[in-house]
């Protein structure tokens, strides 16, 4: 089944995404991660078919409105917008798959909404990026003079392979997982191709959570939890403070994955059949 785009109007834009609509199976909402978009669960939804999924972009990411000129791109300004969107689709509740920034939004999601949340999955992600203490004064410096360096447009591109090459510099992603975000990334000017991601989400934010804060928020979850890991999010965050925060979440399943940070789109199969379990188990 190949999904149809979907268009959700808010007060201050639109969000898009791709919706695999089933009415009356189990809802499903997919939340992709910093600079992806909603073909990040492309392959996934293949393995996914006894749900009614939708896959989000973000503000300012795949086909989605850009954020007003006076706004910023803080994490926790998605929550608004979910909480928006739901109530659109009519959807009371629904599962959430968050990826990498999605699954920490998720988690403050299902925090702030537990009533909103059946169950929550997580992709190479436990709760939301945190600051150690003492570094807020230089986190405020660096906010400020990323949003004062004059704004460009991202770097252009002869050709979609050619974007294809840069992303897969960043992340060892397949060709085939490559190519669906960056297809659904760029447009075509006439003369080259260019990304329609609005270059204020490289601005720095001004604040983080305290890492106290993300073990409140995890603690906070009421809905059944899974959480894959990848040797990604286990160097980031390093073990000890991955399993503290693994020991917050009341209701948590930890699945170790051995790819590498996108694992979710080149071992679809994989990764959606233990999501299917869990998701039947839980509905």
Not at 122 to 145: C, E, H, N
Request: aromatic share 8%; glycine share 6%; net charge negative.
């Amino acid at each position: 089944m190949n999904p149809v785009e979907a268009s959700i109007t808010l007060a201050w834009g639109t969000l898009t995404g791709l919706h695999w609509s089933r009415p009356g199976a189990a809802r499903v909402l997919c939340l992709h991660g910093w600079l992806d978009n909603a073909a990040s669960f492309v392959p996934m939804a293949t393995f996914l078919d006894e749900f009614d999924l939708l896959a989000l972009d973000f503000a300012g990411h795949g086909l989605s409105s850009h954020r007003p000129a006076d706004s910023r791109y803080h994490a926790t300004e998605n929550l608004f917008d979910l909480d928006q969107v739901l109530d659109k689709l009519g959807w009371e509740s629904c599962h959430l798959i968050g990826h990498s920034l999605g699954g920490g939004i998720a988690s403050c999601f299902a925090a702030a909404l537990p009533e909103r949340v059946d169950s929550l999955v997580m992709l190479d992600a436990v709760g939301i990026l945190s600051l150690p203490a003492g570094q807020a004064a230089r986190r405020l410096r660096m906010s400020v003079q990323s949003v004062r360096k004059q704004l460009s447009n991202l770097r252009p591109y002869t050709n979609v392979e050619e974007a294809i090459r840069a992303r897969q510099g960043k992340s060892p992603l397949s060709d085939h997982a490559a190519r669906l975000l960056c297809e659904r990334s760029l447009e075509h000017t006439g003369d080259h191709y260019q990304w329609r991601t609005d270059p204020r989400l490289n601005w720095r934010s001004p604040q983080w959570f305290s890492d106290n804060q993300v073990l409140d928020v995890l603690a906070a979850i009421r809905s059944p939890t899974l959480v894959f890991t990848s040797p990604s999010v286990i160097d980031y965050l390093g073990e000890p403070a991955l399993n503290q925060r693994l020991s917050a979440i009341a209701d948590c399943r930890r699945v170790k994955e051995d790819g590498h940070h996108h694992f979710h789109m080149d071992k679809a199969q994989k990764t959606a059949a233990i999501v299917k379990e869990f998701f039947i188990r839980e509905s």
